[in-house]
């Protein structure tokens, strides 16, 4: 829908390419971001309109996009958009937030006239920069066909996982597997230093099989480099975690592992690394403070 107007909020480190893919794509896009100067650093780049509020923002738009914070960074923003958009309006949260809230906001903007799809993204600002996305998606399937179009822009892979609220649920799994990834990882880069076997040494014999993986293959040689100043930081990540705990407590699931690489994440945070790279993980086995 080429057509259609676009309005993309929140131009932090993920949102920032996914907007101008669509601008590159061409499609109107308005942005809008709560630091303006990061907007307007984007309107720059890409051709576009800057909106000075979020209201402003979406009064007109079709597909309303958004990529914040946190759940109540969510709220904040969605009670301002259901509050201005326009009836038939497409509202898309990219963000990582819980399934209680993705589920609150698909009623709301029913309510409101309006359609609500929860898709949380998966591939880190590298993804998201060479518009190579994995996007999980909840909320109603006629919808998810409409918005295909627009979302496949940025992804590699779109996938409607069921009712709304699920693709929130779909990331949490997404995020429990990875951290166990590189939990496995992260011991065997260190039995491998002890023994003098290099880092390339190891992804280039074991990548290809049952042991490879995308953390293998693209974060091996920075662990071993102690190289952490990119990617997902571990803020982020036990944010993403609480979320999981959370669900999980409310189903009635036990998730041992992913609570035990929590509990280091926390004392990686503690010991400075807070806005480091998940992969610093591998930090866990030395005591050295940053």
Same mark, same amino acid.
């Given at each position: 829908?080429?057509?259609? +107007?676009?309005?993309?909020?929140?131009?932090?480190?993920?949102?920032?390419?996914?907007?101008?893919?669509?601008?590159?794509?061409?499609? #109107?896009?308005? /942005? %809008?971001?709560?630091?303006?100067?990061?907007?307007?650093?984007? !309107?720059? =780049?890409?051709?576009?309109? $800057?909106?000075?509020?979020?209201? =402003?923002?979406? +009064?007109?738009?079709?597909?309303?996009?958004? *990529?914040?914070? &946190?759940?109540?960074?969510?709220?904040?923003?969605?009670?301002?958009?259901?509050?201005?958009?326009?009836?038939?309006?497409?509202?898309?949260?990219?963000?990582?937030?819980?399934?209680?809230?993705?589920? =609150?906001?698909?009623?709301?903007?029913?309510?409101?006239?309006?359609?609500? $799809?929860?898709? #949380?993204?998966?591939?880190?600002?590298?993804?998201?920069?060479?518009?190579? $996305?994995?996007?999980?998606?909840?909320?109603?399937?006629?919808?998810?066909?409409? /918005?295909?179009?627009?979302?496949?822009?940025?992804? +590699?892979? *779109?996938?409607?996982?069921?009712?709304?609220?699920?693709?929130?649920?779909?990331?949490?799994? &997404?995020?429990? *597997?990875?951290?166990?990834?590189?939990?496995?990882?992260?011991?065997?880069?260190?039995?491998?230093?002890?023994?003098?076997?290099?880092?390339?040494?190891?992804?280039? /014999?074991?990548?290809?099989?049952?042991?490879?993986?995308?953390?293998?293959?693209?974060?091996?040689?920075?662990?071993? &480099?102690? @190289?952490?100043?990119?990617?997902?930081?571990?803020?982020?990540?036990?944010?993403? $975690?609480?979320? *999981?705990?959370?669900?999980?407590?409310?189903?009635?699931?036990? !998730? #041992?592992?992913?609570?035990?690489?929590?509990?280091?994440?926390?004392? !990686?945070?503690?010991?400075? %690394?807070?806005?480091?790279?998940?992969?610093?993980?591998?930090?866990?086995? @030395? &005591?050295?403070?940053?």
């Amino acid at each position: 829908m080429p057509q259609a +107007k676009i309005t993309f909020i929140g131009l932090g480190a993920m949102g920032y390419p996914m907007a101008g893919h669509l601008a590159n794509a061409g499609y #109107p896009v308005t /942005v %809008y971001n709560r630091t303006a100067s990061k907007a307007e650093q984007w !309107l720059s =780049e890409y051709s576009g309109t $800057l909106a000075t509020s979020p209201e =402003e923002a979406v +009064k007109n738009a079709d597909i309303i996009l958004t *990529c914040v914070g &946190n759940d109540n960074d969510v709220r904040e923003i969605y009670a301002k958009i259901l509050a201005s958009a326009k009836t038939g309006a497409t509202l898309i949260d990219h963000t990582t937030t819980s399934a209680i809230v993705a589920r =609150e906001l698909y009623q709301k903007a029913k309510d409101k006239g309006m359609h609500f $799809l929860d898709a #949380p993204v998966s591939g880190g600002q590298a993804g998201a920069e060479n518009g190579v $996305l994995t996007i999980m998606v909840g909320g109603d399937q006629a919808i998810f066909d409409a /918005v295909l179009p627009v979302l496949n822009v940025y992804a +590699k892979a *779109c996938t409607r996982i069921g009712e709304a609220g699920q693709g929130q649920v779909l990331k949490m799994i &997404n995020q429990i *597997c990875f951290i166990g990834a590189l939990q496995g990882l992260s011991e065997a880069l260190t039995l491998a230093k002890a023994e003098g076997i290099d880092g390339k040494t190891v992804v280039d /014999v074991l990548q290809h099989g049952a042991a490879g993986s995308w953390q293998m293959i693209n974060r091996s040689e920075t662990m071993m &480099n102690n @190289d952490f100043d990119f990617g997902f930081a571990v803020d982020w990540v036990r944010k993403d $975690l609480a979320i *999981c705990f959370e669900e999980a407590e409310k189903l009635g699931v036990e !998730l #041992p592992l992913a609570k035990q690489i929590d509990a280091r994440y926390k004392d !990686l945070q503690e010991r400075g %690394y807070a806005r480091a790279d998940t992969s610093v993980l591998i930090k866990q086995f @030395d &005591n050295e403070s940053r």
